[in-house]
């Protein structure tokens, strides 16, 4: 039976499942094709956390062992299958990942909650230097695209990696404009936390009542 799963369930692990969706696989295998597919631009990858994952998803009996293997004088690799319940868990997480928004918390956001205790020409030079290193990723991306996609790849095999350097271009469009209304004075200012903070927070602690 499988066992209930939730949107819980990390990049990580869909990525082990999604690759041994194609062919059993050691994890060290697995480790190096994310490499090679730039799956690590999008998940945390390390041996530690991926022997974990690896041993997780074997006790809920979404991968098995298929096989040892062994090469020369290196360590035998346990060589991993995906199971139906496996491959059914992939599609629904997957599914409910495409079809569901979900609350995340992005550290910039944290930033930009408080960036009034900076004063404005200082948070105007911080978001010009984050313009410039957003769009340095964008450069980096689009080579591994362009790469990529000349090597064979189809468009829809890419799709992440085009959505992630739209939404990276949209970041540096939005902290260019924010800088501009800084400097240009349209952007009200006043360091520390003023009377309209306060006024947030009475009205939403009124609501709470």
């Known amino acids: 039976m499988t066992p209930e799963v ?18 059993p696989m050691h994890p060290y295998e697995l480790a190096a094709t994310m490499r090679d597919r730039h799956h ?6 390390n041996f530690g956390s991926l022997y974990h994952t690896v041993d997780s998803l074997e006790r809920y009996g979404w991968i098995l062992p298929a096989e040892k293997e062994k090469e020369g004088n290196r360590p035998e690799r346990t060589v991993y299958r995906l199971t139906d ?8 997480v997957v599914s409910e990942i495409i079809a569901q928004p979900r609350r995340e918390y992005p550290y910039f956001a944290a930033g930009l909650m408080f960036m009034h205790h ?12 984050r313009a410039q290193a957003l769009q340095a990723v964008i450069t980096k991306l689009s080579h591994i695209l362009d790469e990529l996609l000349a ?9 992440e990696l085009e959505h992630k350097i739209a939404m990276i271009g949209a970041e540096r469009d939005w902290v260019r404009k924010i800088a501009k209304e800084i400097n ?8 520390g936390i003023d009377s309209g903070h306060e006024r947030l927070r009475r009205r939403h602690g009124a609501s709470a009542n």
């Open 118 to 129: 900076l004063d404005a020409p200082s948070a105007a030079q911080l978001l010009a230097q």
């Open 151 to 159: 090597g064979g790849h189809t468009r829809l095999m890419l799709v």
């Open 85 to 92: 319940s496996g491959r059914t868990i992939l599609l629904q």
């Open 40 to 45: 690590d631009e999008f998940i945390r990858l």
């Open 184 to 191: 240009d004075g349209k952007l009200e200012w006043k360091v």
């Open 6 to 23: 939730s949107l819980d369930i990390s990049p990580l692990a869909l990525s082990i499942l999604e690759l041994l969706s194609e062919r």
